[in-house]
């Protein structure tokens, strides 16, 4: 059976929840010199990123915007194409990520990078 709306509300919220903790939490604050640069954690950081990039999208089907508590506008249901573009912005951006964190100059190049994409779609279709 296909899974209840409030249950995908909860999955992609969690994986976004995750895919913060790593992005912001951890390379955007060693971007921008909060965190020391450690290669490996950074490695690690990066691929979890490049991997949830790939799976919260799936979870924004019809239904799933009424119901749980959420910040998701309805704009994301009246133009799902446009949306998914953005996500894709997102994934392409992401999935440069895991190379770029062996070097401090290519991962902040690449967190900004990665950072317009999340920004984007969050000043269009995240509600406040
Ligand atoms: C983060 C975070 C976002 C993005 C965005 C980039 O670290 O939590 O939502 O970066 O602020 O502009």
Same mark, same amino acid.
């Given at each position: 059976a296909a899974p209840k709306p409030e249950d995908?509300?909860?999955y992609r919220?969690? $994986?976004?929840? $995750?895919?913060?903790?790593?992005?912001g939490g951890v390379l955007g604050a060693i971007a921008k010199g909060e965190r020391p640069y450690d290669q490996a954690?950074? $490695?690690?950081?990066?691929?979890l990123v490049a991997d949830l990039s790939t799976l919260p999208f799936a979870s924004f089907g019809p239904g799933t915007d009424a119901g /749980?508590?959420?910040k998701s506008s309805p704009k994301i249901w009246e133009d799902p194409a446009k949306f998914q573009s953005l996500a894709d912005k997102f994934q392409?951006?992401?999935?440069?990520?895991?190379a /770029?964190?062996?070097?401090? /100059?290519?991962?902040k190049a690449q967190v900004a990078e990665t950072g317009k994409t999340c920004k984007g779609c969050h000043d269009e279709y995240r509600l406040k």
């Amino acid at each position: 059976a296909a899974p209840k709306p409030e249950d995908e509300i909860r999955y992609r919220q969690s $994986v976004f929840n $995750v895919i913060g903790r790593n992005f912001g939490g951890v390379l955007g604050a060693i971007a921008k010199g909060e965190r020391p640069y450690d290669q490996a954690e950074a $490695v690690k950081a990066a691929k979890l990123v490049a991997d949830l990039s790939t799976l919260p999208f799936a979870s924004f089907g019809p239904g799933t915007d009424a119901g /749980a508590s959420h910040k998701s506008s309805p704009k994301i249901w009246e133009d799902p194409a446009k949306f998914q573009s953005l996500a894709d912005k997102f994934q392409l951006e992401a999935a440069k990520l895991p190379a /770029a964190a062996a070097d401090l /100059a290519t991962l902040k190049a690449q967190v900004a990078e990665t950072g317009k994409t999340c920004k984007g779609c969050h000043d269009e279709y995240r509600l406040k």
